[in-house]
Every structure is written in structure tokens, then in C-alpha cells.
């Protein structure tokens, strides 16, 4: 069974930084892409960052001007998410999302997210 | 930048009512477009790929349609449990943008 679990969100000050990962099992990792999306309160569906199977390749969306870094450990399953200068507006539940193949970038299976709060 | 516009943003229907949702790229994005539901409380699932592909599980009263700028989601046949939000995503290229969500509710 594909199992996504998300940790590292929390409530930190506007400015601050904070660590999300997402831990993987139940499928052969490298061989999948995997993105995060937020979802802001009361909001729809928001593209952050995503990443080949084998980490080679790393897209981001646009918003985020160089605040974030995506990266993944096959070796251990992992998916992480560095986000830097952290504002309001990145208030969210932040989901890892896998990609339908590696280079496949529709999202077969979710995590039930984790929540970030930016608030002084 | 590429934008993907949906329509309508809500949508009230009644039980048995076809109902058509429908998704608008900015840029061809081939049939690289992908539909998801969000039921109240829960992750989103994918629907259909590849514009028409209906993902595994997924009843069949649920469809979709289109190539290059336009696309459709339709359900042949409302039920209640269809109640939720539906997004689409094109996938061709990075960014892989979503649309902003039809909220889709039972008359």
C-alpha cells in the first residue's frame, strides 16, 4: 500500500525558516517523481515544487523566488521541502504528492498534508 | 505565464443532472491535463489523466474530453457523494499549475 506521511510543519515568525519532509513506502521510490502542493486555508490547489525520481531534474513554481528547496534521499524514502523566508501568505497544508512515473508530473497518490502557520 | 481557467467557479445540480465542467489553458498543453476531486476534509484524488484516461477506481458516470486549450469533465449522471471541489492540472511542462476549483454542490 502507498503511504505518504508529511512532518516538519508548525507555527514559525514571518522571516523564519522551516524543514518538511515525507516519509515514502509501499512503492519503489526512485522510480517516481514527487511535489509538494498547498492548499491555504479555504483556498484551491497551489503547485510548489517537484522533482524526478532520481533528483536530476527540479522544477519550481515561479511565486516562490528561490525560498524554497526541494531535494529527496532514495536511500531512505525521503522527500524534504527547505522553506526560507517564510510570509504570510505561505500559511498552508503543504501535501507530497507522487507523480503518475518519474517524469510524469499528475499526482496518483497524496499525503494528508502537514500545516505551516506564519504569524508573528 | 501560463494560466488555467475554470468554469464555472460553483455549480449547484441536481441528483441524476448531467454536469459539465469545464478547464481553459492559456497555452496548448497537448493532453497533458489531469482532473481531480476534493471531497470536504480529505486529499485530493486523481480522477482522470491524459484528458480522458479514467484513473482506476474511478465510476464511470465520470468522463473527460479534450486537446491542446480546452477541456471537460463531465458527469453523466450527478450523485451525492460527488459533492466536492474539482481541479484540473496540466502537466506538459513545469509549471504544473492547477486550476483555481469548481465547487460542485447538490441542489
Known amino acids: 500500500e502507498v503511504q505518504l506521511v508529511e512532518s516538519g510543519g508548525g507555527l514559525v515568525k514571518p522571516g523564519g525558516s522551516l524543514r518538511l519532509s515525507c516519509a515514502a513506502s509501499?512503492?519503489?521510490?526512485?522510480?517516481?517523481?514527487m511535489s509538494w502542493v498547498r492548499q491555504a486555508p479555504g483556498k484551491g490547489l497551489e503547485w510548489v515544487s517537484s522533482i524526478s525520481g532520481s533528483g536530476s531534474y527540479i522544477y519550481y513554481a515561479d511565486s516562490l523566488k528561490g525560498r524554497f528547496t526541494i531535494s529527496r534521499d532514495n536511500a531512505k524514502n525521503s522527500l524534504s521541502l527547505q522553506m526560507n523566508s517564510l510570509r504570510a501568505e505561505d500559511t498552508a497544508v503543504y501535501h507530497c504528492?507522487?507523480?503518475?512515473?518519474?517524469?510524469?508530473?499528475?499526482?496518483?497518490?497524496w499525503g494528508q498534508g502537514t500545516q505551516v502557520t506564519v504569524s508573528s | 505565464d501560463i494560466q488555467m481557467t475554470q468554469s464555472p467557479s460553483s455549480l449547484s445540480a441536481s441528483v441524476g443532472d448531467r454536469v459539465t465542467i469545464t478547464c481553459r489553458a492559456s497555452?496548448?498543453?497537448?493532453?497533458?491535463l489531469a482532473w481531480y476531486q476534493q471531497k470536504p476534509g480529505r486529499v485530493p484524488k486523481l480522477l482522470i489523466f491524459a484528458a480522458s484516461t479514467l484513473q482506476s477506481g474511478v465510476p464511470s458516470r465520470f468522463s473527460g474530453s479534450g486537446s491542446g486549450t480546452d477541456f471537460t469533465l463531465t458527469i453523466s449522471s450527478l450523485q451525492p457523494e460527488d459533492v466536492a471541489a474539482y481541479y484540473c492540472q496540466k502537466y506538459n511542462s513545469a509549471p504544473y499549475i492547477f486550476g483555481q476549483g469548481t465547487k460542485l454542490e447538490i441542489k
Open positions: 497555452q496548448g498543453v497537448s493532453n497533458y
Open positions: 504528492a507522487r507523480g503518475f512515473s518519474n517524469h510524469q508530473y499528475d499526482f496518483d497518490y
Open positions: 509501499g512503492f519503489t521510490f526512485t522510480s517516481y517523481s
